[in-house]
């Protein structure tokens, strides 16, 4: 399936400036071949991370696995980390699709924080090895993927304010207003941040995969309100 077109202004999003105001690849404007040519690209690269991780994602091979010239390779995306990237987004809106059908709104807001951390951890580390190729492209620090990535944070800090506040979310809503008061939304990013702090520790070995909900798990506990 190609990559979808997006109207929130997401990491891999059609559109050439997005509502958060950052350049994002003209995905929409693609012809078909164009959007096969890159479906492809991606694929390669995530099976080349499912098997070896990140060190084994070169984009010679990805290049040779999708049968696209290296230089037509270029025209799509800068580096392997934003290939990777292109690939979390597409992990961020199989969740943001989940939780419309499936919003968290039973339990507290702490019972609902800790499971949507639990449940985004699980369906990362299914494919371990691809997940740490990820979470690697995410704390590389590329100059050239940063705005992709300050995309994709503030789309999972919005899913966790609505998961505190009970909600479904509203994907329609721009980046640039996010829901919940000025508090939620610290909270929102406090645990989003420890979860990724936490994913990093994970993907390098420091700790198990049951890890990262505990760490999540205990910031909640100090962060959320009692009751809620």
């Known amino acids: 399936m190609p990559p979808r077109a997006r109207s929130n202004g997401s990491a891999g999003d059609p559109g050439a400036v997005r509502k958060d105001g950052a350049a994002a690849p003209p995905v929409a404007r693609l012809a078909a071949n164009q959007l096969r040519r890159m479906r492809r690209i991606v694929d390669a690269a995530v099976d080349l991370a499912e098997k070896g991780g990140f060190e084994a994602v070169r984009l010679r091979d990805v290049a ?28 961020v809106e199989r969740l943001e699709s989940t939780l419309v059908s499936r919003p968290e709104t039973s339990g507290s807001a702490r019972q609902r924080a800790v499971e949507f951390f639990r449940r985004s ?10 997940a740490r190729a990820m979470v690697r492209a995410m704390a590389s620090g590329d100059a050239d993927t940063v705005m992709k990535l300050a995309s994709l944070q503030l789309r999972i800090a919005r899913l966790v304010t609505w998961t505190l506040r009970g909600e479904a979310p509203d994907l329609g809503a721009a980046l640039d207003a996010p829901p919940g008061s000025a508090t939620e939304q610290a909270v929102a990013r406090v645990l989003m941040n420890v979860w990724f702090s936490s994913l990093v520790g994970w993907a390098a070995g420091l700790h198990a995969e049951r890890i990262v909900t505990e760490h999540v798990r205990t910031a909640v506990d100090l962060v959320v309100a009692t009751g809620s």
């Open 64 to 91: 040779e696995r999708s049968d696209v010239a290296l230089g037509t390779l270029y025209k799509y995306f800068r580096s392997k980390e934003d290939i990777l990237l292109f690939a979390l987004n597409e992990e």
């Open 121 to 130: 951890t699980r369906a990362l580390s299914r494919r371990p090895q691809l």
